[in-house]
């Protein structure tokens, strides 16, 4: 394979590379070497792995190297996956749950990329920092305040990144619409929303044998998904999934960089869709009739911003809906909506107090980076959610491959899945108003934004 | 005038049905005496006042007896409204600001309709009540909980009625959907949203001489609302308005009759809209941009309902959008979305998860009262705000003449008004929830719906 050709000079540069940027700040872009490779291992090789691997594949600056999963149907479909790609088969664990501590020592990888179940992201990211590896983890990064404390303590004490994959951060839409709150097009910002609305009932239950529907079953009788997400609405209350809403949205605020999130209220409707999913769909004498969901129907978040904005966050999975992540950005010259696709800017916008279509804007503000990947290149036209994994893999292994932080970093996975558990203790104690830690420790004051700042990642 | 013929009969039938249904529940429909009059006096006679006694004066039932100001041209705009509809002068309470005083204790009024600055809807409601006179005000019915609980205690001592003008819980719309509501189209109701979304930049300053816009000034140098109703942005900091959202919102939720609002938390946005539009419209050095707005420019409010709904109420009064009540009702089999006037039910609508159009519902569930009053009669063809006015003025006025509790009633006019002063106190506790008053004194458990209900009013 042509690209593995320049391993043991990529070795030798990363090492010199690593050296002279150990004391720079982490923001700081290093000399960019073209023909690098960054050597990744893959734990977790379900659906979602399987794609992200894929993309990875096709790229000839990865290296797969090892792949981990505990499910032998898995990790043979992802053999197929890198196979297809003409990539060598990369080595397997598979010998049960602790064999991903072995994967995270081989000195051959620089980065592990996790797509495991939720509960698994903080201990796999955590050996594999402290293995030396740099971190690529699905959402969310940890679930727990403490362990999210973990991960920031980790990264800092290794020099380790730990990057949250948080792809709707590159949603052409959401970029067009950073790219105006920069212009001063909202002027200054107020209020934005934001929200996961999507009907996970036929995720949450299936057959067993097929990923979406088909029946009831979750847990181990369940498939994919099912088999362990579905506990998250039984034995939790809180905004389970709050990161593709907040990571586009803490960008426009500079959460982190000149603004951070300082307390939320959570309040949660009664828990009524998925018993009702497995009445209607499995009747009334299955016995997952009996079983109890603590989560509410839909959660509604409210956070407020050092620098005075409101954000309001749903969480909305049990409920037959069409799908819409609720985007809302308001500043004292006008707003955008995603729900009705439109756009009101005071002076600009054609009638008084009448919204246009954003159609225009899209154009106009088209991102940098999505001019130049839909340009002649076309890198992203057969990857899939919109382009949007292609663009978070990117940061990835472009990031690696510099040596920098990646534009979506250990502080925004702390910020953004830090939500989660204050919005069960918000709910627990009331809809109290619940205190972030600053996980950045008064560093975001001086920070500076790094974000979509390029059109190279 | 020949509606004035049956007076002396008039008041012989009220007071026989006055006795009659002294010992029924208020919520028993008493008998129609068809040929009623009911004798209104106005407090305030600004711009809303001239609309709703214009309204009043082309009632045959209605006899305007009385109308109090402070303000003479206001006053002679009013003799004139009711001139031009072919009524005899009311008599005139115009001296000064405790006049209405002497107005309620004419013992030819039946009620008196409030339509005065928000600070004065309590104490003019108490004097009439006091005076044995049934009470219509305008939104909010009061600013403090103590006050509320003084309209309650006071209704209740004297069986007086108070009524809370409404109108928009009789939108078309919104009582389209209450209707499908109660069909149990959406199953049943998880969340809700409303709120007040009016640039009211232009209201709240103005030139003085018109009413609308035109110069920065307020207060003493302003006309109309920008008299009285600036000074609450000045030194409240909450949801100083949420009556047109909570509204509708509490017909479907049977706030008050079944259900209740438990507890809220509201969190403020920085303030900027309003010292930003003085500096961009009066420039930099006019004297009113050393004004401070404790009023934060967006306001969210997150309701808790008894049986489990939330309800999530938005205040945006300062800031350039178009208009909007952001109505969402969300319930276990489907939703309605006013900001991109779109519904979507399981099982019914065309495309699973897609959005279908208002349109065919509005027509297929219009409210049995927009079908009668626009059907033949087309009684409500010269009315404004869509016709809700008529409606609420005739909703008072039937109420009166059947001597039954108005379908908004003092316990509503109670939950709705009170989330001002609660989310203030809430903003100032940094988002702490607090909890509502129980103003039905634990009634609401057996209390039945009454708006809606009928054809009639």
């Given at each position: 394979?042509?690209?593995?050709?320049?391993?043991?000079?990529?070795?030798?540069?990363?090492?010199?590379?690593?050296t002279a940027t150990a004391m720079l700040p982490r923001s700081v872009v290093g000399e960019l070497v073209s023909d690098q490779h960054v050597r990744l291992g893959f734990i977790g090789t379900g659906l979602r792995g399987q794609w992200m691997l894929q993309l990875a594949a096709q790229r000839s600056d990865v290296d797969i190297a090892a792949i981990c999963d505990i499910d032998d149907h898995m990790i043979s479909l992802a053999?197929?996956?890198?196979?297809?790609?003409?990539?060598?088969?990369?080595?397997?664990?598979d010998n049960g749950e602790e064999d991903f501590l072995n994967m995270v020592q081989r000195d051959d990888l620089d980065a592990v990329y996790i797509a495991t179940p939720w509960e698994w992201h903080h201990p796999m990211a955590i050996a594999?920092?402290?293995?030396?590896?740099?971190?690529?983890?699905?959402?969310?990064?940890a679930l727990t305040v403490e362990d999210i404390w973990d991960l920031v303590n980790t990264s800092e004490r290794t020099e380790r990144q730990c990057?949250?994959?948080?792809?709707?951060?590159?949603?052409?839409?959401?970029?067009?619409?950073?790219?105006?709150?920069?212009?001063?097009?909202?002027?200054?910002?107020?209020?934005?929303?934001?929200?996961?609305?999507?009907?996970?009932?036929?995720?949450?239950?299936?057959?067993?044998?097929?990923?979406?529907?088909?029946?009831?079953?979750?847990?181990?009788?369940?498939?994919?998904?099912?088999?362990?997400?579905?506990?998250?609405?039984?034995?939790?209350?809180?905004?389970?999934?709050?990161t593709h809403g907040v990571g586009p949205v803490s960008?426009?605020?500079?959460?982190?960089?000149?603004?951070?999130?300082?307390?939320?209220?959570?309040?949660?409707?009664?828990?009524?869709?998925?018993h009702k999913y497995i009445v209607d769909q499995g009747g009334p004498e299955h016995?997952?009739?009996?079983?109890?969901?603590?989560?509410?129907?839909?959660?509604?978040?409210?956070?407020?911003?050092?620098?005075?904005?409101?954000?309001?966050?749903?969480?909305?999975?049990?409920?037959?809906?069409?799908?819409?992540?609720?985007?809302?950005?308001?500043?004292?010259?006008?707003?955008?909506?995603?729900?009705?696709?439109?756009?009101?800017?005071?002076?600009?916008?054609?009638?008084?107090?009448?919204?246009?279509?954003?159609?225009?804007?899209?154009?106009?503000?088209?991102?940098p980076l999505w001019k130049r990947?839909?340009?002649?290149?076309?890198?992203?036209?057969?990857?899939?959610?919109?382009?949007?994994?292609?663009?978070?893999?990117?940061?990835?292994?472009?990031?690696l491959k510099r040596n920098v932080s990646p534009p979506i970093d250990i502080y925004d996975a702390a910020s953004m899945s830090v939500i989660s558990p204050l919005s069960e203790r918000s709910i627990s104690m009331g809809s109290a108003p619940i205190k972030f830690p600053d996980f950045t420790r008064g560093k975001w004051r001086m920070n500076k934004p790094i974000f979509g700042t390029n059109s190279e990642y």
């Open positions: 394979m042509p690209k593995k050709i320049d391993r043991r000079k990529f070795l030798k540069t990363t090492a010199l590379v690593g053999l197929d996956v890198v196979k297809r790609q003409g990539n060598p088969p990369p080595d397997v664990y594999a920092m402290k293995q030396g590896k740099h971190v690529g983890t699905e959402v969310p990064a990057m949250i994959m948080e792809n709707v951060c590159y949603r052409r839409d959401v970029m067009a619409v950073l790219n105006m709150v920069r212009q001063g097009l909202f002027g200054e910002l107020l209020h934005l929303q934001c929200g996961y609305q999507h009907d996970l009932r036929h995720v949450k239950f299936n057959d067993g044998e097929q990923a979406y529907g088909g029946g009831v079953e979750f847990g181990e009788k369940g498939y994919s998904e099912s088999k362990w997400r579905t506990q998250h609405s039984i034995e939790r209350n809180g905004d389970l999934y709050p960008t426009m605020l500079d959460i982190n960089r000149g603004n951070r999130f300082v307390h939320l209220t959570s309040t949660a409707t009664q828990s009524r869709g998925l016995p997952n009739t009996s079983v109890e969901f603590k989560l509410g129907d839909i959660v509604t978040t409210v956070i407020k911003c050092a620098n005075g904005q409101s954000v309001m966050v749903s969480h909305d999975t049990n409920s037959p809906r069409p799908y819409s992540l609720n985007f809302r950005v308001q500043g004292t010259k006008g707003l955008w909506m995603v729900d009705n696709d439109s756009v009101y800017l005071q002076g600009r916008s054609p009638e008084e107090h009448r919204w246009e279509s954003f159609e225009p804007y899209r154009t106009d503000y088209d991102h990947f839909t340009g002649a290149e076309n890198t992203i036209g057969h990857t899939g959610h919109g382009g949007i994994d292609f663009f978070i893999l990117n940061a990835f292994v472009e990031s």
